[in-house]
């Protein structure tokens, strides 16, 4: 098994990092260059690269503090929608937009309980957790029928029976989605396909997380190596650089970990994900708490690049659960 990035993974990094120099929306940006398509299931009109190519795509997003969750959603919407129990000819409309970048797909009920209800005329009720802000297509709901149990259903939001409430999560823009009758349409996910779009999932967020950690390091970096104190910079103190390098060199393993879990889920192996998202975790709010200790009061600064960061991996280091959570989950796997 190789773990360094091949070709493809290097074109694609550097293909997202021009992306990001632009000043469009940056969802239809990265669809001039063919993302969600890239990695999306064969059955549904992707090229199905793997995780091994996404997880590129959301370090590269990571580093630039550019979360976008509607991507990451997309991708996990999609994952579940990989099923032979799917309409793909209803289905493809709607994937020509998402693949576009002109709308996105959401999950509800995924990371938190499900407060979405459904009768038994199949129609819902209740309402979403916090979801990325944007025109919504199509979305995965988990509801809840009368007699406590929960199934998967697909919902294309209208707005007579379905409507989007905008506001900040976290410092963040987001949505939520209130369902009143809206009609759904059960979705067959066996348990294997859950898991799977699971794991999935937490491997793109630690992707993204250490992509984070990647660039507080490096602004951090810049700002020892600049800031005099004493008359010399603030890196030549042995305090001061040892806890970065010891940051560089964690990185360093935390990434082949990353590449690893994704390699190991491309070949079909089971994973749940849950240790590298712990570890990543861990390691950019370590990472973000540094950088504004580092920065001192500069790094309070609303403006700041690290004050930034910080705050954004308070947000995207518990999506998935804490990382206790996550380390408990993958002890009683092991």
């Known amino acids: ?5 091949d070709p493809l993974q290097q074109s694609l990094g550097k293909a997202v990092d021009t992306v990001l120099t632009r000043t469009g929306d940056l969802a239809a940006e990265l669809a001039t260059i063919d993302i969600p398509t890239l990695t999306a299931p064969e059955r549904l009109g992707g090229l199905a690269l793997g995780l091994s190519a996404d997880v590129v795509i959301n370090q590269r997003l990571g580093y630039a503090l550019e979360p976008l969750g509607s991507h990451r959603d997309t991708a996990f919407a999609l994952d579940m929608l990989d099923s032979d129990g799917v309409d793909t000819d209803r289905l493809s409309g709607i994937l020509a937009d998402l693949y576009k970048g002109l709308r996105q797909a959401v999950p509800a009920g995924v990371r938190v309980p499900s407060e979405v209800r459904v009768d038994a005329a199949g129609r819902l009720s209740g309402e979403s957790e916090p979801l990325p802000r944007g025109d ?11 007699d406590g149990v929960s199934e ?5 939001p209208d707005a007579g029976t379905c409507s989007a409430e905008s506001f900040e999560h976290f410092g963040l823009p987001a949505a939520r989605l209130r369902f009143n009758g809206a009609a759904a349409v059960p979705l067959p996910v066996p348990a294997d396909r859950w898991e799977r779009a699971r794991a999935a999932a937490r491997i793109r967020q630690a992707a993204l997380l250490l992509g984070m950690a990647d660039r507080i390091v490096a602004v951090a970096r810049t700002h020892v190596n600049t800031r005099m104190q004493s008359g010399k910079p ?31 889920y491309d070949s079909g192996r089971r994973t749940s994900g849950a240790a590298i998202l712990a570890a990543a975790a861990e390691h950019a709010q370590l990472a973000s708490r540094t950088a504004l200790q580092l920065h001192g ?13 910080y705050r954004l991996v308070c947000a995207e280091s518990v999506r998935w659960g ?9 002890a009683s796997a092991a």
């Open 1 to 5: 098994m190789d773990l360094r990035p």
């Open 136 to 146: 919504i297509a199509l979305c995965v709901v988990r509801a809840v029928h009368e």
């Open 152 to 156: 998967w259903h697909l919902v294309f």
């Open 234 to 264: 603030l890196v030549q103190r042995q305090t001061v650089a040892h806890r970065l390098a010891l940051l560089t060199g964690e990185a360093d393993g935390w990434r082949l970990a990353l590449h690893k879990a994704a390699w190991e």
């Open 297 to 309: 009061v500069r790094g309070m600064l609303a403006h700041s690049t690290a004050a930034t960061a």
């Open 322 to 330: 804490t990382p206790a959570e996550l380390w408990r989950e993958a």
